[in-house]
């Protein structure tokens, strides 16, 4: 898992602050197959919902809020995979939103734990990634307001070839492939690939 690839031309857009919501997120929210996201914190995190009310107009001025695992719930029920790689056990928000979402903690939301984890990254539908500094957490990712959120950068690329290497390489953490010469075992006894993934809420709970 040691490399260094020599460098060549890529497309890519630098984002920071906002940006990452407005790139990253909306990304998340439009997918059609898959959501890969790999994280060291895990937090709840709230979205704006355009969508209009039933017998309400919608309205520019003013825009509601829900949590991003209401709307992974839609997406996993329209056979979106989602996938969670996380280093931190998820706060207590998460886990209480999770315990609203049966379908999710059923087997629509994947989540494995590895605690060596650090880097940050979204994968969506296999054509759109994200790299950079951004845990998924509100602070982190934007959607906190100008003067509460983190100092972030990254980019957004859809090279094909960055994206097979990341993938590569998230799967390869995913299945459990470094797990045999991990020297952390008193914190993860792995491998990841046969380790449970029921995410329900009593499992999460006993994590905090």
């Known amino acids: 898992m040691d490399f260094a690839d020599p460098p060549r031309v890529i497309r890519a857009g630098l984002v920071s602050g906002r940006g990452h919501y407005d790139t990253v997120i ?18 709840e995190l709230m979205v704006e919902d355009h969508r209009a009310a039933p017998g309400r107009r919608r309205t520019r001025r003013r825009s509601s809020y829900r949590s991003i695992l209401a709307v992974f719930d839609e997406q996993a029920r329209r056979g979106v995979e989602i996938r969670i790689l996380h280093a931190g056990a998820p706060s207590r928000a998460f886990r209480a939103e999770l315990d609203r979402h049966p379908f999710l903690f059923q087997g629509g939301l994947e989540l494995r734990h590895c605690p060596r984890l650090h880097f940050k990254a979204v994968v969506v539908d296999g054509a759109f990634l994200y790299l950079g500094s951004a845990n998924w957490t509100g602070a982190g990712l934007g959607a906190k307001g100008a003067g ?9 690329s859809a090279d094909d070839q960055l994206l097979d290497r990341v993938q590569f390489f998230y799967e390869r953490i995913w299945t459990g492939g470094e797990c045999g010469t991990c020297k952390m075992r008193e914190l993860c006894p792995g491998p990841l690939d046969l380790l449970a993934s029921k995410v329900g809420p009593e499992p999460l709970r006993s994590r905090a």
């Open 26 to 43: 909306r990304a998340v929210m439009e997918a059609s197959h898959s959501v890969w996201i790999a994280t060291a914190n895990l937090k």
């Open 148 to 156: 509460r959120r983190n100092f972030e950068l990254g980019f957004v």
